[in-house]
């Protein structure tokens, strides 16, 4: 309903929303370009690696070393993470990042946003990551991923000189906000109690009002679960939530870092991957019971080769 529907935008809000955005957008081009670091052409990437590694010289000739991050090539990232870990040591990066989120903001929020046209997004449920996700669809125009809306520095102060207070409600109507609690996880729960059968560890802590995150932080950290801080329950969110849906470790260190700031080692993540499931040993029936979907349906409807072939009135031969 809410795909169809769509979402209202308060055109005045956008309007001020671009405005100011291109205004970013040019005062940082500027800093930037008296900075020698490019944002377009060839030679951005090499002239943003060539700053890096003399923030890596300078370091080095202090004693220190610069822990950095590097792509599979072993190249230097020029990744938003890596920004971040250096914008503190070179003011030049942070007005980079500044740039970055403004472009970004222009190009996939607020030009999408058009005159007279709703905003579509349309949600995916079941993903591996143990979320919902959205995207904007083929067919909808203007439509973009509504559920992960950016977080903007001054939301504290106003949210309606952020994107996402360009969004409103229709006339004569409100919006709801609602959050479940483990919600997920509490279907999760039922499904392995009553569904599949794999036992009912999981649905007993959700329905005793327990907070698994908590409870796998706790074991780990060998802590009662009310001492478990609020960074230490959110490093265990892409275990509870993604484990199920087959993700390794490296999946998970990745999801870790990147949506709750927590940088884990293999060990770490390992370590709360065993917590799960010595919680909920139905987990490992769980992620033991893989099948191939398609197979089974295909032989439990009899589709085989000549049965389609037969279907379409092209009877083949095959030799039994």
Same mark, same amino acid.
């Given at each position: 309903?809410?795909?169809?529907?769509?979402?209202?935008?308060?055109?005045?809000?956008?309007?001020?929303?671009?405005?100011?955005? +291109?205004?970013?957008?040019?005062?940082?081009?500027?800093?930037?370009?008296?900075?020698?670091?490019?944002?377009?052409?060839?030679?951005?990437?090499?002239? !943003?690696?060539?700053?890096?590694?003399?923030?890596?010289?300078?370091?080095?000739?202090?004693?220190?070393? #610069?822990?950095?991050?590097?792509?599979?090539?072993?190249?230097?990232?020029?990744?938003?993470?890596?920004?971040?870990?250096?914008?503190?040591?070179?003011?030049?990066?942070?007005?980079?990042?500044?740039?970055?989120?403004?472009?970004? #903001? #222009?190009?996939?929020?607020?030009?999408? /946003?058009?005159?007279?046209?709703?905003?579509?997004?349309?949600?995916?449920?079941? /993903?591996?990551?143990?979320?919902?996700?959205?995207?904007?669809?083929?067919?909808?125009?203007?439509?973009?991923?509504?559920?992960?809306?950016?977080?903007?520095?001054?939301?504290?102060?106003?949210?309606?000189?952020?994107?996402?207070?360009?969004?409103?409600?229709?006339?004569?109507?409100?919006?709801?906000?609602?959050?479940?609690?483990?919600?997920?996880?509490?279907?999760?729960?039922?499904?392995?109690?009553?569904?599949?059968?794999?036992?009912?560890? !999981?649905?007993?802590?959700?329905?005793?009002?327990?907070? /698994?995150?908590?409870?796998?932080?706790?074991?780990?950290?060998?802590?009662?679960?009310?001492?478990?801080?609020?960074?230490?329950?959110?490093?265990?969110?892409?275990?509870?939530?993604?484990?199920?849906?087959?993700?390794?470790?490296?999946?998970?260190?990745?999801?870790?870092?990147?949506?709750?700031?927590?940088?884990?080692?293999?060990?770490?993540?390992?370590?709360? /991957?065993?917590?799960?499931?010595?919680?909920?040993?139905? #987990?490992?029936?769980?992620?033991?019971?893989?099948?191939?979907?398609?197979? +089974?349906?295909?032989?439990?409807?009899?589709?085989?080769?000549?049965?389609?072939?037969?279907?379409?009135?092209?009877?083949?031969?095959?030799?039994?």
């Amino acid at each position: 309903r809410i795909s169809r529907t769509g979402v209202l935008i308060d055109q005045s809000r956008r309007e001020e929303k671009v405005a100011e955005l +291109e205004q970013i957008v040019a005062e940082t081009n500027r800093t930037l370009a008296l900075a020698g670091l490019p944002v377009e052409g060839a030679g951005k990437t090499s002239a !943003l690696v060539r700053r890096i590694e003399g923030l890596v010289r300078d370091h080095k000739r202090a004693g220190e070393t #610069l822990p950095l991050i590097y792509t599979e090539t072993g190249q230097i990232a020029t990744s938003e993470e890596q920004l971040h870990e250096l914008a503190g040591l070179d003011p030049v990066l942070d007005v980079l990042l500044k740039h970055r989120q403004a472009t970004k #903001l #222009l190009s996939t929020y607020a030009k999408k /946003m058009l005159p007279g046209k709703r905003v579509h997004g349309r949600f995916q449920y079941l /993903m591996n990551t143990g979320r919902t996700s959205c995207n904007g669809g083929k067919l909808e125009v203007g439509g973009f991923n509504l559920q992960n809306l950016p977080k903007e520095l001054d939301a504290a102060k106003s949210h309606a000189t952020t994107i996402r207070g360009c969004f409103v409600p229709a006339p004569g109507n409100v919006f709801v906000v609602v959050d479940y609690a483990q919600i997920e996880l509490a279907v999760l729960g039922w499904a392995w109690k009553h569904q599949l059968g794999f036992g009912g560890s !999981l649905h007993e802590i959700v329905s005793q009002g327990r907070d /698994m995150h908590r409870l796998i932080a706790a074991k780990v950290l060998g802590k009662e679960p009310a001492n478990v801080t609020d960074p230490e329950r959110n490093a265990a969110k892409p275990v509870s939530l993604g484990r199920p849906g087959g993700l390794g470790w490296r999946t998970i260190q990745k999801q870790a870092k990147l949506v709750y700031g927590a940088a884990l080692t293999e060990e770490q993540v390992r370590e709360r /991957m065993l917590a799960y499931e010595n919680l909920c040993p139905e #987990l490992t029936e769980h992620l033991s019971e893989r099948v191939n979907a398609g197979l +089974e349906i295909a032989r439990a409807l009899g589709l085989t080769p000549a049965a389609y072939n037969a279907a379409i009135g092209k009877p083949r031969l095959f030799p039994k």
